[in-house]
């Protein structure tokens, strides 16, 4: 019997695409879904960069189960908002591990939270990868995993990266303000950079702290004027640099060499207010760092999110590349035990470098941190850039001194 044209084709069709799944082997997940609990700042001070954090998430988890999942099953990602705060945090990782009975744990965003989280991962003996942790020498948990690749003494480690990029620079600053909030990664990170630069011979003119969660910026502004500093170091996380950058333009006051440990990456950047303004990054959205395939590929589909949900800034920066790279070693280590028993993944990942979009990671030196991956990069038009070291430098790009 004959086939009709229009069946005929559409039989045909069937074959073709069958044929294709068989040769690629993209049978879609089935089974039970590998569940993965973790919680973000989706409310809050910190709400703003865990957004970026979220957005990633989504994207990982839905590439996943368009290709064979977890271990041949789907993958289901449960986040909880914590709200920016540590303390709720903690319950809330309770919850996932003894009521949701997640198979995996991932993040928090920020290091209180996520110290919060690992006590709870300790309690039960599940493996943590996390992506923005702080304070190295505080994590003293064996099956935790961090992607923020800063090495185990980044207080002292980045600030003597920064500090050569200043004294390369056409202006080396003789003056320094340090200003810094109180939550504990900055505040670390801050203390460590006044001792670096005492040492490197930078005349302080003024250290100031300030609470977590302070809104009124115009008396430290004040004292930043009244300082002069040839360089400011502001201890910034989350909207905290651009609040002080507002207070300082009503005081009719720019500084010149300016720095931002942890801002918000959108509004800083298209802020007219940061132009020039410095940070510290592991991946920015350019060459070399895009010349790796995958990490061109979630720069395209990342824009595409940030666009929908709105973000002012939509390039790859520090936050969604140590994001992306939690998932990445997530995925590698199951791939590679074919397993998800926290232990057999938490010692593989100890014996393996992992290749991910910001580089090769180790977990063998002090409390899991291998090398310090830092870059500095800074505002241009708009946008961040790598300036310092060279040879990660966008292309163009050199460090602009106003």
Do not use: C
């Amino acid at each position: 019997m004959t086939l009709p044209t229009r069946s005929l084709a559409v039989l045909l069709l069937g074959v073709v695409l069958g044929v294709g799944l068989i040769a690629s082997g993209a049978a879609a997940p089935s089974g039970p879904p590998v569940r993965i609990g973790g919680t973000l700042a989706l409310t809050g001070p910190l709400a703003a960069t865990a957004l970026v954090h979220k957005i990633v998430g989504e994207i990982y988890v839905d590439n996943l189960n368009r290709k064979k999942g977890l271990l041949g099953r789907p993958v289901e990602w449960i986040v909880l908002d914590d709200q920016s705060k540590p303390d709720l945090a903690r319950t809330l990782y309770e919850k996932l591990v003894t009521v949701d009975k997640v198979d995996l744990l991932i993040g928090p965003y920020a290091t209180g939270a996520i110290l919060s989280a690992m006590a709870v991962a300790q309690r039960y003996q599940k493996m943590l990868i996390h992506h923005t942790f702080g304070i190295p020498h505080l994590a003293k948990y064996e099956m935790h995993f961090p992607t923020w690749a800063i090495g185990p003494e980044p207080g002292r480690t980045f600030p003597g990266l920064l500090l050569d990029a200043l004294a390369a620079s056409p202006k080396p600053p003789q003056t320094i303000a340090i200003v810094t909030s109180k939550f504990p990664s900055v505040h670390f990170m801050s203390v460590g950079a006044r001792e670096v630069a005492a040492k490197r011979g930078l005349k302080e003119v003024l250290y100031l702290e300030f609470e977590f969660g302070t809104r009124d910026f115009g008396p430290i502004a004040a004292r930043v004027k009244d300082a002069n500093p040839d360089f400011l170091w502001m201890g910034a996380i989350g909207l905290e640099g651009n609040q002080l950058l507002e207070a300082l333009r009503k005081l009719d006051y720019r500084p010149s060499l300016h720095f931002y440990l942890y801002p918000a990456p959108g509004p800083m950047a298209v802020s007219p207010d940061a132009q020039h303004a410095l940070s510290t990054t592991i991946f920015e959205e350019h060459p070399p760092f895009t010349n790796h395939p995958v990490a061109a590929e979630f720069a395209k589909q990342f824009r595409e999110r940030a666009a929908k949900a709105g973000l002012p800034y939509q390039a790859v920066d520090i936050q969604a590349a140590a994001s992306y790279t939690a998932w990445q070693l997530l995925e590698a280590a199951v791939t590679a035990t074919k397993s998800l028993d926290d232990r057999a993944l938490a010692q593989w990942l100890r014996a393996n470098r992992v290749d991910t979009i910001i580089g090769k990671l180790r977990f063998d030196g002090p409390n899991n941190y291998g090398d310090d991956l830092s870059k500095v990069k800074q505002v241009q038009d708009g946008k961040w850039v790598v300036v310092w070291p060279k040879e990660y430098a966008a292309p163009g790009a050199k460090f602009l001194v106003p």
